[in-house]
């Protein structure tokens, strides 16, 4: 069955991270920066992870921690993966388990964020090299300037609203509107 694509908005969002290791580090440093409240729960952490984590502590793992989270990494050894993934199940939470593709009910994506834009990219688990190739050449194919791109259909949605334009005829005029931001740039640049 493939994944249902989704965005989670993380803001204040408490996500249980078990493991200190440098896996548990780099999705950590992920979450973070997404304005979850990332709980660290692992008996020894890298150094990087005390700058990121909300509450970090200190010990093994029990199921109290899955408590109150709204998704939960499980980064630690194996046998404590599987742990965490059962307790994650029974309580209803998503759970990224990172050694075990199988036992996933979340995968992280490769992520290319540019211009208030989000492109996420999964292989279920299959290729993860190749989906972080893939955003790699995604890079280079969206345009440093879409920005630009997203703030002319944002404005020219708020118009459609209220002149009451269908749906149906709204992807002609902002293709029009796309081609006229190029048409002025090259205008001024040839003044
Ligand atoms: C299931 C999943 C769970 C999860 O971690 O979320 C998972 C699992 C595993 N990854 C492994 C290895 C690698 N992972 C990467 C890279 C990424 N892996 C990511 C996601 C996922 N990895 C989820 C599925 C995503 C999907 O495919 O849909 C990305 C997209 C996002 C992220 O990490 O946040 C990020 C790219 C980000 C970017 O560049 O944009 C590379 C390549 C590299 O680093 O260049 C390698 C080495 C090459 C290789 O092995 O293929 C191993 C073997 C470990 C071992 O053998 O020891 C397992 C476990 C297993 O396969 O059993
Ligand atoms: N998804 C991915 O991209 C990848 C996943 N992996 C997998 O990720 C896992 C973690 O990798 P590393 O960070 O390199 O591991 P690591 O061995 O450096 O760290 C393991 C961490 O788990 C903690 N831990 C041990 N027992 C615990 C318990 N009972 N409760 C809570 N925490 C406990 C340790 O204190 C340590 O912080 C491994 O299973 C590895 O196979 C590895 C490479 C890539």
């Known amino acids: 069955m493939s994944p249902y694509g989704l965005f989670l ?3 204040g969002k408490r996500v249980l991270v078990v493991g200190g290791g440098p896996v ?3 999705k950590a440093r992920e979450l973070h920066a997404h304005g979850a409240h990332v709980v660290v729960v692992a008996p020894d952490v890298v150094a990087d992870l005390e700058a990121v984590a909300a509450e970090l502590h200190r010990r093994p793992f029990v199921p109290q921690d899955v408590e109150g989270a709204y998704l939960v ?3 630690a050894p194996p046998p404590v993966n599987r742990e ?3 307790v994650a199940d029974q309580r209803a939470v998503f759970v990224v388990a990172v050694d075990d593709v199988a036992s996933c009910t979340a995968y992280g994506a ?3 964020e ?3 834009l989000t492109i996420a990219i999964s292989s279920s688990g299959t290729a993860p090299a190749l989906v972080a190739l893939l955003r790699r050449a995604l890079e280079a194919v969206i345009p440093d300037d879409v920005e630009r791109w997203r703030e002319v259909a944002e404005n020219a949605r708020s118009s459609w609203k209220a002149a009451g334009i269908p749906i149906e005829e709204r ?3 902002l293709l029009r509107a796309l081609d006229a931001l190029y048409d002025k740039t090259e205008a001024s640049s040839s003044c």
Do not use: T
């Open 114 to 116: 540019r211009g208030g």
């Open 84 to 86: 965490v993934r059962h």
């Open 9 to 11: 908005l993380l803001e």
């Open 24 to 26: 548990a580090a780099a």
């Open 73 to 75: 990494i499980a980064a």
């Open 171 to 173: 992807r002609p005029i």
């Open 110 to 112: 490769a992520r290319l």
